[in-house]
């Protein structure tokens, strides 16, 4: 793993990179879940190795089951906010939204990365649409981009493509449409 967060890094120019299913490599799941040995945490190791050689990127974890905090504690500089995005597409009453916002440390909340859409689940606006509900969508969409944290705007939603999952033919269009779009 360490081999391909450099090389990662090296592409990207020490830029930085998103971990998918960073918790899982945490030492209390892979010796409570997998029961193995693990000596030592693998991130504080990384990081330490990491950051000094590349003091400028940004190491950005996608997070869940309430590893977000142990995840920035051991280095992280983002985690994904996966519980207001659940919020936000199950639509929880707005006052739950507020007491979430209000509860959380301010600190926790810069370090977080907000969303309304996930790559792994259906675009937003289909979600929102099932649901009849294009008001909240506009009304999350600013939430998200409001609360202090990071704002994670995928590609083509701004422009309402509705691809789940991207694909060649999905990424030759999308690079014509922007150099249409200049002309």
Not at 17 to 43: C, I, K, L, N
């Amino acid at each position: 793993l360490m081999t391909v967060l450099e090389k990662i890094l090296q592409l990207t120019n020490g830029g930085g990179v998103r971990v998918d299913m960073s918790h899982y490599t945490r030492r209390v799941h892979v010796t409570g879940a997998w029961q193995r040995a693990m000596p030592r945490e693998f991130w504080t190791e990384a990081f330490s190795r990491l950051k000094p050689r590349y003091p400028g990127g940004l190491f950005v974890a996608e997070a869940y089951a309430g590893s977000h905090g142990d995840l920035q504690n051991l280095g992280f500089d983002l985690t994904y906010d996966d519980y207001l995005y659940r919020c936000l597409v199950d639509w929880v009453a707005p006052a739950e939204i507020v007491r979430y916002l209000a509860r959380v440390p301010i600190e926790y909340l810069r370090r977080t990365v907000h969303y309304i859409e996930n790559h792994d689940d259906p675009p937003a606006r289909r979600i929102y649409a099932v649901m009849g509900r294009d008001r909240q969508m506009a009304a999350a969409v600013v939430l998200a981009a409001a609360s202090p944290g990071a704002l994670l705007i995928n590609d083509g939603q701004m422009h309402g493509r509705s691809v789940e999952k991207p694909s060649a033919t999905y990424i030759t269009q999308a690079l014509e449409d922007e150099t249409h779009d200049g002309e």
